[in-house]
């Protein structure tokens, strides 16, 4: 069993920077790949970035990648999520969630294959 709970979010103007972070409980946590999705208002949850469970891969969605930067670290239980160059397409409900799957698999794409979530911070650009 795994607990997520994220934090970092807030109300930035275009241009911007935040950083948000997902504490996890659990011994096991340095065993799951890790990922971030987010979800605009009257909007399904989309992909954002994803890191194997090693941090040596990493994985982004083009509409975030070259701006978002996600790492973890295993010590702290604690997967970070660095958003640069903020847009106000960017606002929506920034989720945090862990799965046990092969990373190379593409599979961290996909919502379902995530196991545990955390209940999200907003993230609100203003243009």
């Known amino acids: 069993q795994v607990q997520l709970v994220e934090s970092g979010g807030g109300l930035v103007q275009a241009g911007g920077s935040l950083r948000l972070s997902c504490a996890a409980s659990g011994r096991t946590f340095s065993s799951y790949v890790m990922g971030w999705f987010r979800q605009a208002p009257g909007k399904e949850r989309e992909f954002a970035a994803a890191i194997s469970w090693r941090a040596d891969s990493t994985y982004y969605a083009d509409s975030v990648k070259g701006r978002f930067t996600i790492s973890r670290d295993n010590a702290k239980n604690t997967v970070y999520l660095q958003m640069s160059s903020l847009k106000p397409e960017d606002t929506a409900v920034y989720h945090c969630?862990?799965?046990?799957?092969?990373?190379?698999?593409?599979?961290?794409?996909?919502?379902?294959?995530?196991?545990?979530w955390g209940q999200g911070t907003q993230v609100t650009v203003s243009s």
């Open positions: 969630a862990a799965g046990r799957f092969a990373f190379d698999s593409g599979r961290y794409y996909y919502a379902t294959e995530y196991a545990y």
